[in-house]
Antibody, heavy 120, light 107 residues
């Protein structure tokens, strides 16, 4: 069974840094693109970043470019999101999502999320 | 960026009803649309991909249709556990974008 478990969320001051992790199990992690999606309190879903199987291709939401970096360690079945220069508007639950690629690439499994609160 | 305009933003329905949610893309995106369900306090759950294909384990009361710019999610015979918020998403091009959501409430 596919499991995605995020960790690393918490309270951080504006300008601070946080590193999120996503532990994957139940599938061959290195075969899949992975993605981060966030949801601000009471708001909708927002794509944040995606990373290819070997980490050779990455895409980011414009508002996080230069501040967030996604990476992965396939030997540890883990996905990461390094978040620097955090802003109040980055406050959200961050979800780790698996991307299934057949003829198209789409989301199939979601983690339970980890809450990041940016506040002074 | 491709905008996904979802409507209605909320609706009220009764158990057993059929509801339809629509999503319009700001440009043609073939059938590269997914639908997700989110119950209160829970993570989203994937329902449909490629506009009309059901994810494994999703009941057949859910169906999707559309291509190009106009897409629909239909839920027949609403059950109590179906009262949730539903989102569409385009994955035709980056940045991946979601609709604003449709909250399905009990009448």
């Amino acid at each position: 069974e596919v499991h995605l478990v995020e960790s690393g969320g918490g309270l951080v001051q504006p300008g601070g840094s946080l590193r999120l992790s996503c532990a994957a199990s139940g599938f061959t992690f290195s075969n899949y693109w992975m993605s981060w999606v966030r949801q601000a309190p009471g708001m909708g879903l927002e794509w944040v970043a995606s990373i290819r199987q070997l980490g050779t291709e990455k895409h980011y939401l414009d508002s996080v470019k230069g501040r967030f970096t996604t990476s992965r360690d396939n030997a540890k079945n883990s996905l990461y999101l390094q978040m620097n220069s955090l802003r109040v508007e980055d406050t959200a639950v961050y979800y780790c999502v698996r991307v299934f690629c057949g003829t198209t690439c789409y989301y199939d499994y979601w983690g339970q999320g980890t809450l990041v609160t940016v506040s002074s | 960026d491709i905008q996904m305009t979802q409507s209605p933003s909320s609706l009220s329905a009764s158990v057993g009803d059929t509801v339809t949610i629509t999503c319009r893309a700001s440009q043609g995106i073939y059938n590269h649309v997914a639908w997700f369900q989110q119950r209160p306090g829970k993570a989203p759950k994937s329902l449909i991909y490629d506009a009309s294909s059901l994810q494994s384990g999703v009941p057949s009361q859910f169906s999707g249709s559309g291509s190009g710019t106009d897409f629909t999610l239909t839920i027949t015979s609403l059950q109590p556990e179906d009262f949730a918020t539903y989102y569409c998403q385009q994955y035709n091009s980056y940045p991946l974008t979601f609709g604003g959501g449709t909250k399905v409430e009990i009448k």
